[in-house]
């Protein structure tokens, strides 16, 4: 079984006109093909606007009968390198290993 990820910068609170065009016209054209294809979003954005540009790409999904594959986290990524969200969740595991080092407090919380 065959499933898509569709992902974008985000810019002005919405996806990049690029793959906006991309998804209507797959939509128009291929969008018999697409149903009960498992699909999933990723934006990345500097600082705010990710919530409705991962919204608008999510509209796409249930019109062409699409199932959504969803996430609690993974599908926002904030910063302008992918080397910033690289260090941050580096840092956050760094957190995790030393209080289960230290105490086994870390112990019943799962790893982000």
């Not at 797959?26 to 294809?37: D, Q």
């Not at 990710?50 to 609690?72: C, E, H, R, W």
């Not at 990524?77 to 290993?97: C, F, I, N, Q, Y």
Request: aromatic residues 10%; hydrophobic residues 35%; positive net charge.
């Amino acid at each position: 079984m065959s499933g898509f990820v569709f992902g974008s910068p985000v810019h002005y609170a919405a996806p990049c006109g690029n793959i906006m065009s991309f998804m209507s016209r797959l939509s128009y054209c291929a969008g018999r093909y697409l149903t009960n294809k498992p699909a999933a979003s990723v934006v990345s954005c500097r600082r705010g606007g990710a919530t409705g540009a991962l919204d608008t790409l999510n509209k796409f999904y249930p019109i062409n009968g699409m199932p959504m594959v969803p996430s609690q986290y993974w599908n926002m990524v904030h910063g302008s390198k992918p080397e910033e969200e690289l260090a941050r969740w580096r840092k956050t595991r760094d957190e995790w290993l030393r209080r289960l080092e230290v105490g086994g407090t870390a112990e019943k919380e799962t790893l982000p």
